[in-house]
């Protein structure tokens, strides 16, 4: 038996034929819509690689079933940056060395462009670390990405609002 | 250093220019943000098909019943393997022809030798159905009782320890120096087994084509993989390649290829189609190496003034029950403390657990926060000030050989890490600071070192008549900064910029860059490419300055100076000539260099070769409840020559981060019963998240070192957890008057008063 879904993921309509009710989010982007940004480093929930957006909210794509995302909105790494610039958020994390071997960062990125939306950190260095300590990172570039996120929250509320999700191309 | 280049004939020139020190963003950053970076389970070549591994669920015993008709009537499962249908190994798993190849499971038997040991791979047409074929294999075992941890039996002396080390080494009479002493001090302290836990799981993409293998895995040692393979299957290694652009992390758990690795491969070779293999987390607590347990006891002998006089450092480990690697944790006595007496010796027993290897700073890190605990603790002894007591016993040569250091900054790292931090307003006794919300404060430090090594490497330059340049080599890069770190050395090698300079690593068709460990793969592989840059120029201006018609004409011994993509006179700079002119007066579409790396022997004779450093720590501890936060830490560090600054200090953060977590976060727990770890995920296993590590500050201390090597560099991904470790677990003492002398420290450890 196959289950059809449809999501629309980094703006785009996707149709997808099921042929197990298993299949998580997270392998649906990876082995099967070929988007492999986002990172497996559990499956299990436990360490934050698989953040993506689904309807502007952070997730594990990992602990998600695909089959109960018929609808969703999902943003992942790959539809962060448009039109060839980068986010804010990204390139904070190039200026803050936020990354080392880089297998965390997709998940980094996504966690911090939610938690900047949900606009609850006030600037404040303590509770970004807080609201990022979802995310392990065992390269431990905790401090840049802490550095990056404050950053890039301040460019992003400087060119008006919290919208963290989007850029001008201008 | 070049060996290659005769003065006399050739024309030196200038490096060390515009790129090398110069703290660069990350070139592979865009990639890396974007998730167009390609990492090994990344990949899905044409018709690949899903393996899943079944591992064992005992630690001891025998495979006796496997379900494989059931798996195999899974939907979308095409075979399963086991030890009775796999293909046939050119080599035995179980053989050793030397002490860096170690021992796989590649399903050879039904024996059992530890938990997570691999004992079936199922493949199938998707991710799901091989995971659920292999849950469907419903192992029966007879199991026997598994020997577990430091007790599990009768110990022994091994014939060497680390990679080829003497298990004891004195120097000086250790006992008649102890019965001297005015003041004795014997303290055990013991580490836990932990687990490397690389981000990233081991993934494998293979694809065979004929007698041809082709793969996507994370390494750390491109041309050992490309060897250890050949000899496994049979093949030229020129008929494998392998792809490692990007690892998401290593830590020496990529260092060689694990038994997981080969299996994908295997399965692939079966089914005769690309198959990729994941390791699940919880997988990767067996198979992959590990940092075995230690129990250490040092024996320290001094007088009144806080003067050592004899030093006993004595480490217990644990390896596997069929391989030999034991972690030389007492090693790191060798070149800290200038006791006249030293002694470092090491015992070990057998359990049934997959073999340890090397994990960052193997030694280093299990030595360093035992010996920076008894360290503190004769520091108290005396009422001395631990910083006082470390300088009072300060090596000026290399206490265990004699020898000189190459270079040394250790006082300078003293003296800044401690002004940084405001180390002087400490209390000599503990538990006298509290912050104004009550909790507990305390300061604790340590020495951080680590040996400055060099491996063999090779790189390949070229030059070409457009102006631009290519350098080669295999070098990887887990995270250190190696695209550009070594991409800057090639620059300044080159003589161009950087943007004109072409760097290619991460595959094993280049010249062999050795393996990123020890912390020596910027040392190793820069000195290759920089010397392959100063073959390429020296031929470039060979064709100058023998040609009339060049502006450099006969610049002979006065020699010429390579910059921004042009050769100058070195005694009028004013006269110059761009590469491609040279190249187009010369017919030539481009000119090539090689050059070499390798560690000098006379050098290694002569001197003692380390990098250095100091960390201070503050944690604060809830007085009711125990809970413990390392609040602030500050290294100062001497490594040589910088070549990025911003790479080097994420490098050292990392470290100390590596050394709040070994103090006070990390361990692997093991059933006693069962052989089995109870924690094998991560939300068990615990390391540092962003919340646990507040404030961090990393010092870089200038420090020419002439004799390492041509480009001054010592190297710095693993000597920040040294120092830091005993740092934080002193702090804790300084802060609580409790002296917990096994890891990490736990708030159970803390909640009894302080010892009287
Ligand atoms: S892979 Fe989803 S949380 Fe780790
Ligand atoms: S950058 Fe390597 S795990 Fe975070």
Redesign the interface.
């Known amino acids: 038996m196959t289950f059809s879904i449809s999501l629309t993921v980094n703006g785009v309509r996707r149709d997808v034929e099921l042929?197990?009710p298993?299949?998580t989010l997270l392998?649906l982007l990876?082995?099967r819509l070929?988007?492999?940004?986002?990172?497996?480093?559990?499956?299990?929930g436990?360490?934050g690689?698989c953040t993506v957006l689904v309807d502007g909210r952070r997730i594990n794509s990992c602990l998600a079933l695909a089959l109960s995302h018929d609808g969703a909105d999902i943003r992942?790494?790959?539809g962060?940056?448009e039109g060839g610039h980068?986010h804010p958020v990204?390139e904070a994390?190039?200026?803050h060395?936020a990354?080392?071997?880089?297998?965390?960062?997709?998940g980094q990125?996504m966690s911090a462009i939610g938690l900047i939306q949900e606009g609850q950190t006030d600037g404040d260095?303590?509770r970004?670390?807080?609201g990022?300590?979802?995310?392990?990172?065992?390269?431990?570039?905790?401090?840049?990405?802490?550095e990056a996120v404050l950053d890039a929250q301040k460019k992003l509320a400087e060119a008006g609002g919290t919208d963290a999700g989007r850029r001008d191309a201008a | 250093m070049t060996s290659e280049i005769s003065l006399s004939t050739v024309p030196a020139h200038t490096r060390h220019g515009s790129n090398i020190g110069q703290p660069l963003t990350r070139r592979d950053g865009v990639l890396k943000v974007t998730g167009a970076a390609t990492y090994a389970a990344d990949n899905h070549p044409e018709g690949m098909l899903f393996a899943v591994m079944a591992t064992s669920s005992i630690a001891r015993g025998r495979v006796v019943a496997l379900d494989v008709d059931a798996a195999k009537a899974h939907p979308g499962v095409v075979d399963v393997m086991t030890p009775a249908h796999k293909p046939e190994l050119a080599m035995d798993p179980d053989a050793k022809t030397n002490p860096f190849m170690f021992r796989l499971d590649l399903l050879q038997n039904d024996l059992v030798r530890y938990a997570h040991q691999p004992i079936a791979v199922v493949v199938a047409r998707s991710l799901e159905a091989a995971t659920e074929g292999a849950a469907l294999l419903a192992p029966r075992y007879e199991e026997e009782p598994a020997r577990v941890g430091l007790d599990a039996d009768e110990s022994f002396e091994p014939a060497a320890i680390g990679i080829g080390s003497p298990a004891r080494i004195e120097r000086g009479d250790v006992e008649a120096a102890l019965a001297r002493a005015e003041h004795r001090l014997e303290a055990t302290y013991e580490t836990p087994a932990q687990y490397h836990n690389a981000m990233e799981p081991h993934a494998i993409v293979a694809a065979w084509d004929g007698d041809t293998l082709s793969i996507d895995t994370p390494s750390q040692g491109l041309a050992m993989a490309q060897g250890r393979l050949a000899g496994l299957f049979g093949i030229a290694p020129e008929n494998i390649h392998i792809r490692s652009p990007f690892l998401g992390g290593g830590f020496g758990s990529k260092g060689l290829v694990s038994g997981p690795q080969v299996l994908g491969i295997m399965a692939a070779k079966l089914v005769g189609r690309p198959v990729k293999l994941v390791l699940r987390r919880d997988q990767m607590y067996g198979p992959v190496g590990h940092r075995p347990p230690t129990r250490q006891t040092l024996r320290l002998g001094f007088d009144g003034e806080g003067k050592l006089s004899a030093l006993h450092h004595h480490a217990k480990t644990v390896s596997s029950t069929f391989d030999d690697f034991f972690e030389p944790a007492a090693d790191i006595s060798h070149t800290l403390y200038a006791a006249p007496a030293i002694l470092t010796s090491h015992e070990a027993v057998r359990a049934d657990i997959g073999t340890p290897l090397f994990m960052r700073a193997p030694g280093e890190a299990t030595g360093s926060i035992a010996l920076e605990g008894a360290i503190d603790e004769a520091a108290f002894a005396c009422g001395m000030d631990p910083l006082a007591f470390r300088l009072k016993n300060y090596a000026e040569v290399e206490p265990i050989s004699g020898k000189p250091f190459s270079s040394k900054a250790l006082r300078e790292c003293y003296r800044q890490g401690a002004e940084r931090f405001g180390w002087s307003r400490r209390t000599i006794e503990p538990r006298k600071m509290r912050d104004e919300n009550g909790y507990l404060v305390g300061w604790g430090m340590g020495t951080a070192t680590f040996p400055a090594l060099m491996f063999q490497a090779e790189a390949r330059a070229v030059l070409r008549r457009d102006g631009s340049g290519v350098m080669e080599t295999g070098a990887h890069d887990m995270g250190q900064g190696a695209w550009t770190a070594l991409a800057q050395i090639a620059a300044d090698a080159l003589g161009l910029d950087l943007d004109r300079t072409e760097f290619r690593a991460g595959t094993s068709d280049l010249p062999d860059a050795g393996i990123a460990g020890g912390s020596a793969h910027t040392a190793t592989a820069g000195m290759a490419i920089h010397n392959a840059g100063a073959d390429v120029v020296a031929k470039l201006a060979a064709l100058a300055t023998g040609d009339e018609r060049s502006p450099l004409f006969g610049a002979g011994n006065a020699g010429v100076v390579a910059r921004e993509g042009r050769l100058h006179r070195r005694d009028d700079e004013s006269r110059s000539e761009g590469y491609g002119d040279i190249l187009a007066r010369a017919g030539l579409a481009q000119i090539e260099g090689k050059g070499s790396a390798a560690p000098d022997p006379s050098v290694q004779e002569t001197y003692a070769m380390h990098a250095h450093g100091a960390v201070f720590a503050e944690v604060k501890v809830d007085p009711d409840l125990g809970q413990v936060r390392a609040t602030r830490l500050v290294g100062a560090f001497a490594a040589g020559r910088v070549i990025n600054p911003r790479m080097v200090r994420s490098q050292f953060y990392g470290g100390m981060i590596w050394g709040i977590s070994f103090a006070l976060h990390e361990h692997a727990v093991m059933d006693r019963r069962s052989g089995r770890i109870l924690n094998a995920d991560l939300a068990e296993y615990h390391i540092p998240v962003n919340a646990d590590v507040p404030s961090l500050d990393a010092l870089m201390i200038e420090e020419h070192d002439p004799h390492v090597n041509a480009l001054g560099i010592k190297g710095v991904g693993e000597i920040g957890i040294t120092g830091s470790a005993g740092a934080v677990a002193n702090a804790v003492w300084h802060a609580t008057g409790v002296r917990v002398r096994h890891f990490p420290i736990g708030l159970d450890d803390l909640l009894v008063p302080a010892a009287a």
């Open positions: 042929d197990n298993r299949v392998d990876r082995e070929q988007l492999t940004g986002t990172k497996k480093g559990c499956d299990r436990q360490c690689a992942t790494i790959e962060v940056a980068l990204q994390f190039i200026a060395d990354l080392q071997c880089g297998f965390c960062t997709p990125i260095p303590e970004v670390r807080e990022m300590s979802g995310n392990l990172c065992r390269c431990s570039a905790y401090a840049g990405i802490t």
